[in-house]
């Protein structure tokens, strides 16, 4: 009787074992990536389009065959724009065996930067997070990848200095949606102003946006050379439109990234012919990637959304989000081979040197130092059909922004 | 002083907070008649605009067909929601009926972009953006169409209160019991009041969808709304036009004025003053009937 029951406490350990081994080794069999959005309230108006590039690219990936024999993943869930819902979807995608995050969300993912740096997975922060987070002694974890809103402001005003002949003299409002996000900018524009002796005044509308008229009024007053727009969702279109009202140029309209294809059919094509936006990914379907991807995933049945989407502006960010994230894993494969762990892809993302995707994006070099990629990014405007380039890809003023970065970064190693 | 530039601030804080008013006004109605306040208006105005946007994007109707149909289909979902809802609220306590509505308001701004669509959507009513310019004052176009809105829909609604069926609203408001006692279908009065805040949701829907675009961001109308019901006095329609009026213009001038010298955020300070205010000093409104109870 004795034996049998030790036989059994061994067998039940053996199975305990087992279950125990099998979410690793199922870990094993894909490299799993946790892409949380906020489906339901703030960022609703770039997640589904967004998710969808993501899932499409990881989709395709597959389809042609993975990388080095190893397949992805996509985790998606909603997380709501709320911190605790996302470290919940953390927890709960890192014991799944998730090694690459991203959240889309500035509030979930500053909750987040702490596990990750933590836990040694990497989180990507490609439009959003933590500014400083481009600073990789800092945040080794972290990585923006695309250039930050510090850099997207620095990139207009260079495009205005180089089109006008200069900054001196010149009035730039900087209409802004009033939170965090929106008054992110504000540190970089007024080192500049006092650098490049150009007269700042920023105006702030109350959140959501929705109504900005007395703001406007304000803003017409004050008879700016060029206007910033630095907010998102129907905050942008309400912000073209009352400008347009008040009589001011599209032209001298200058949004940050946060302005595609949607908005300005709901503004009216025509209305808002002239308005210019920092982009940093290529929008539309004349690319070999998004061809790949009409090709072997919708042709094939594969989509994750609606046709119709695919090349939309938002779009493509999420398609470029993880065509840099599969290179890192790429990379990483190569130098370490499998099974991918966040360490790895860490490192793997730091390899990427001058990432050439022909165009679909500006070239990316991630180091140890630079999580930001180079901060390259370039100006487009709209033509009443689609965005038109009218800047080369470039980046702009690195050394302030840079210097903000540092010193915001030096507070969160202090605050540690 | 630039009296320009106050003038401006004056006359589009008028028409804003008339718009305001049209949200405002089927908190009032529903109030009137079950003495319930419905913090799900603000996601009822959302749900109408997504409404009309889907029979004019996605069937192709024409916009005063959309309105039409959005007016039935809101007038339906107002009687359904006191049919399915409320009506099993009877003897609860009146929190537990305003946290009801409350979990309505969450369950639609999640429902219905979820169905539908969650980036903004246009909603053209075919109103030109080029302000109407009297004396270098630039009147906002659309804001002016709200505004001669929102007082048709109020005068409509302080005529309805005159008719027979009004009157009954208004006695059912007064006192459940009695009006049971006296035939008065009861659970009939609160759905139509409900229905016709839901009608009333369709116009402020219709013409905030046109100026913002069509989104979740149209429940977020609720807080402008709750400060005009406070301030004008919840069951007073006088009171939505007049605390309208008041909340827009102090919401357009002070902002106007005090932003550029703190950098911003003081409309949403504004409007939480008027609140704070008017409960403190006067709890019942500039209009609102004071109930006084003997204990």
Request: glycine share 10%; hydrophobic share 50%; net charge neutral.
């Given at each position: ?31 799993k ?84 740096l ?52 010149k ?35 109350p959140?959501?946006?929705?109504e ?91 989509g ?11 779009y ?45 994006m ?16 370039r ?13 080369d ?24 | ?76 979902f ?63 176009r659309?804001?002016?169409v ?43 009065a ?17 013409v ?25 006095g ?62």
């Amino acid at each position: 009787m004795k034996k049998t029951f030790k036989k059994g406490m061994i067998g039940a350990l053996f199975a305990t074992a087992a279950l125990a081994a099998a979410p690793a080794l199922q870990a094993q069999e894909t490299v799993k990536f946790g892409l949380f959005h906020d489906f339901t309230k703030v960022y609703t108006f770039v997640a589904d389009e967004f998710s969808q590039g993501q899932r499409d690219y990881l989709t395709l990936i597959n389809e042609e065959g993975g990388i080095k024999g190893q397949k992805f993943e996509a985790i998606v869930r909603d997380h709501g724009n709320e911190p605790q819902r996302g470290l919940e979807l953390y927890n709960r995608a890192r014991e799944e065996g998730a090694i690459y995050f991203m959240f889309l969300s500035t509030p979930v993912a500053n909750a987040v930067v702490p596990r990750a740096l933590q836990d040694k997975v990497v989180l990507g922060t490609p439009l959003h997070g933590r500014g400083d987070a481009m600073v990789g002694e800092t945040f080794p974890y972290v990585f923006p990848m695309m250039a930050s809103y510090w850099s997207q402001a620095a990139r207009l005003l260079k495009y205005v200095e180089d089109t006008q002949g200069g900054l001196k003299g010149k009035k730039i409002a900087h209409v802004h949606i009033d939170t965090p996000f929106g008054r992110e900018p504000l540190p970089i524009l007024e080192k500049l102003a006092q650098q490049k002796s150009f007269e700042l005044r920023a105006f702030a509308y109350p959140s959501p946006g929705n109504e900005q008229s007395a703001v406007w009024s304000d803003v017409r007053r004050y008879r700016p050379d060029y206007v910033l727009i630095w907010g998102a969702g129907n905050s942008q279109m309400v912000s073209v439109r009352e400008a347009v009202r008040n009589g001011i140029d599209p032209s001298k309209i200058l949004s940050v990234v946060w302005l595609t294809e949607t908005d300005m059919k709901n503004i009216g094509e025509s209305t808002a012919i002239g308005v210019k936006r920092v982009e940093v990914v290529q929008p539309g379907r004349d690319h070999p990637i998004i061809q790949r991807i009409l090709d072997k995933v919708y042709k094939a049945g594969k989509g994750a959304g609606p046709e119709a989407r695919v090349g939309n502006t938002y779009y493509n960010y999420g398609v470029a989000d993880m065509v840099i994230a599969t290179e890192g894993a790429k990379l990483a494969l190569e130098k370490f081979g499998p099974p991918l762990t966040g360490e790895k892809l860490k490192a793997g993302m730091e390899m990427i040197r001058d990432l050439d995707t022909k165009g679909f994006m500006p070239p990316v070099t991630i180091t140890p130092q630079d999580h930001q990629g180079g901060g390259q990014a370039r100006v487009s405007q709209w033509d009443g059909k689609a965005w038109v380039p009218v800047s080369d890809w470039a980046a702009a003023y690195q050394d302030v922004v840079w210097e903000e970065a540092r010193a915001s970064a030096a507070k969160f190693s202090q605050a540690k | 002083m630039d009296f320009l530039f106050l003038a401006e601030l004056f006359v589009n804080g008028l028409s804003t907070g008339l718009m305001y008013s049209l949200v405002a006004l089927g908190i009032t109605l529903i109030y009137k008649a079950s003495g319930v306040p419905n913090l799900a208006q603000g996601a009822m105005v959302m749900l109408s605009g997504y409404l009309v946007w889907a029979v004019v994007s996605l069937l192709s109707w024409p916009l005063w067909l959309a309105i039409a149909l959005a007016v039935v289909g809101m007038f339906l979902f107002g009687l359904a929601t006191e049919r399915w809802l409320l009506r099993r609220m009877v003897g609860q306590p009146v929190i537990m009926i305003v946290m009801l509505t409350l979990g309505l308001d969450i369950f639609l701004r999640g429902f219905v972009p979820g169905l539908l669509g969650a980036a903004p959507k246009r909603l053209d009513l075919g109103i030109g953006l080029a302000p109407i310019i009297v004396a270098d004052v630039f009147v906002n176009r659309a804001y002016l169409v709200g505004a001669i809105g929102a007082m048709v829909l109020i005068a409509a609604a302080m005529l309805f209160f005159r008719t027979r069926l009004g009157t009954k609203l208004r006695a059912v408001s007064d006192d459940h019991v009695a009006s049971w006692a006296v035939g008065i279908s009861v659970e009939r009065a609160i759905g139509i009041s409900w229905g016709i805040a839901g009608v009333a949701a369709v116009g402020a829907g219709t013409v905030w969808g046109s100026v913002q675009g069509v989104d979740w961001t149209l429940s977020a109308l609720l807080f402008p709304a709750i400060a005009v019901v406070i301030l004008g006095g919840i069951d007073s329609l006088l009171g939505v036009f007049v605390g309208g009026l008041v909340v827009g213009v102090l919401g357009s001038v002070i902002p106007g004025y005090l932003d550029p010298i703190v950098g911003g955020g003081t409309r949403d300070v504004v409007t939480s003053v008027l609140i704070v205010l008017t409960i403190l000093f006067r709890p019942y409104g500039m209009f609102g009937r004071e109930d006084i109870e003997r204990v």
